[in-house]
């Protein structure tokens, strides 16, 4: 049974760090890419970064780049999302999503998914 847990979620002030971890357990992602998404209260998910397992490329939406690094540890099958410069719009929930066989920008091209932890950014 293929597990997604994420961890490494808080509370931390505008302007500073946490990096969320994603342990995959069940198989391996090798040939596909793992993505990571948020929903903020009172909103739809949206797409944050996606890497892929095998080659290292890396996407990630535009609210967040130049200030979230997307990276995986293939030896240990984890993921991760360090995210700095945290702003009060990061608030949300972020999940960890694995498989994509579509497009790495849409939740649906990805089969599995953790239950996701909370960050929140205070003023």
Do not use: H
Not at 14 to 42: D, E, H, I, K
């Amino acid at each position: 049974q293929v597990q997604l847990v994420e961890s490494g979620g808080g509370l931390v002030q505008a302007g500073g760090s946490l990096r969320l971890s994603c342990a995959v357990s069940g198989r391996t992602f090798s040939n596909y890419f793992m993505g990571w998404f948020r929903q903020a209260p009172g909103k739809e998910r949206e797409f944050v970064a996606a890497i892929s397992w095998s080659g290292g490329s890396t996407y990630y939406a535009d609210s967040v780049k130049d200030r979230f690094t997307i990276s995986r540890d293939k030896a240990k099958n984890q993921m991760y999302l360090q995210m700095n410069s945290l702003k009060l719009e990061d608030t949300a929930v972020y999940s960890c999503a694995g498989d994509s066989r579509g497009s790495v920008y849409f939740e649906e091209s990805y089969q599995y998914w953790g239950k996701g932890t909370l960050v929140t950014v205070s003023s």
